[in-house]
C-alpha cells in the first residue's frame, strides 16, 4: 500500500508527496513536476492520486505528467464564463463550506494579491436550511468582497455573515445583486460565482452589464 499527501518540507510525508510547487517525490526521489490548469489542493490531490494509481497500473509517471499538463478541465469547476471590463468572471460548483473554503484557496494561489468577489446561491438543501451557516464566514474569509443572494432562505444570511463585517452584502433580488456585483467590480477583478445550480443565468447577466459599462 502507498500513501499519498502534501510535504511542507521536501521529502517528508508519506510515500507519493506534492509541495507547493507541484514537485512530486516517491519515496524522497523526485518523480517530476505537476502543471496543469486545475487549482486548488485538492484538485493536486486527486492528480496525485491519479498518478499513483497509473504507475501502479504501469504508465510511466512522466507520461501522466504529460496527459495532466494537457487536460484542459472540466465545467462548473473554476471554469471562465467571460471577461468583460477587465472583470474576469467563474462558475464552480462549491456549495457547501468546504467546497468553498477549497475553491477560493486554489483561485488565490492561481491570482495572487488581485481582488477576489465570492458570489454565493446557497441552493442547496443543507444549505436552504441553515445547517452549514456558521462555518461560511470561515470559509470566504479569503475573498475580499462576498455577495449573497439570499432568496428563499430560512435563516439570516446577513447575520450569518456578519463577522466578515463590511466585506459582505446580501441581496434577494437577483437584478439587483447583478447591479451591486458589477458597481463593486474593478478592471483586475476576478468574480468567483459558487452555486450547485444555475443562478438564474447570473453568470451572462453579469459579464452584459459590465460590458455595458465598458
Same mark, same amino acid.
Given at each position: 500500500?502507498?500513501?499519498?499527501? /502534501? ?14 510547487? &507541484?514537485? $512530486? =517525490? *516517491?519515496?524522497?526521489?523526485? =518523480? ?11 484538485? =493536486? ?17 512522466? =507520461? ?5 499538463? +494537457? /487536460? ?10 467571460? @471577461? ?13 463550506? @468546504? ?12 491570482? &495572487?494579491?488581485?481582488?477576489? $468577489? ?17 462555518? *461560511? ?11 449573497? /443572494?439570499?432568496?428563499?432562505? %430560512? ?8 463577522? *466578515? !463585517? ?7 433580488? *437577483?437584478? @439587483? ?7 463593486? +467590480? ?10 450547485? %445550480? !444555475? ?16
Amino acid at each position: 500500500m502507498e500513501r499519498f499527501g /502534501f510535504a511542507e518540507v521536501p521529502g517528508t510525508g508519506p510515500d507519493w508527496t506534492i509541495a507547493v510547487d &507541484g514537485s $512530486i =517525490q *516517491l519515496g524522497g526521489a523526485p =518523480q517530476g513536476t505537476l502543471a496543469f490548469r486545475e487549482t486548488g489542493r485538492h484538485n =493536486q490531490s486527486n492528480a496525485l492520486a491519479a498518478i499513483a494509481a497509473a504507475r501502479h497500473a504501469g504508465v510511466p509517471v512522466g =507520461q501522466s505528467l504529460a496527459a495532466l499538463a +494537457a /487536460f484542459r478541465g472540466v465545467k462548473r469547476r473554476m471554469e471562465v464564463r467571460g @471577461t468583460a471590463g477587465g472583470v474576469t468572471v467563474y462558475d464552480d460548483f462549491a456549495h457547501h463550506p @468546504t467546497a468553498i473554503r477549497t475553491t477560493l484557496d486554489g483561485l488565490r494561489r492561481k491570482v &495572487g494579491a488581485a481582488r477576489i $468577489i465570492a458570489v454565493l446561491e446557497p441552493r442547496s438543501h443543507t444549505m436552504k436550511v441553515g445547517a452549514m451557516k456558521d462555518a *461560511l464566514p470561515t470559509s470566504l474569509a479569503t475573498a475580499d468582497r462576498v455577495f449573497c /443572494f439570499a432568496a428563499n432562505l %430560512g435563516w439570516d444570511a446577513g447575520a450569518a455573515l456578519s463577522p *466578515l !463585517g463590511a466585506r459582505a452584502a446580501v441581496h434577494d433580488d *437577483l437584478g @439587483t445583486l447583478v447591479a451591486a456585483i458589477a458597481a463593486e +467590480a474593478k478592471p483586475g477583478d476576478h468574480v468567483l460565482v459558487m452555486s450547485n %445550480g !444555475g443562478f438564474g443565468g447570473i453568470h451572462a447577466k453579469l459579464l452584459a452589464r459590465l460590458e455595458r459599462a465598458t
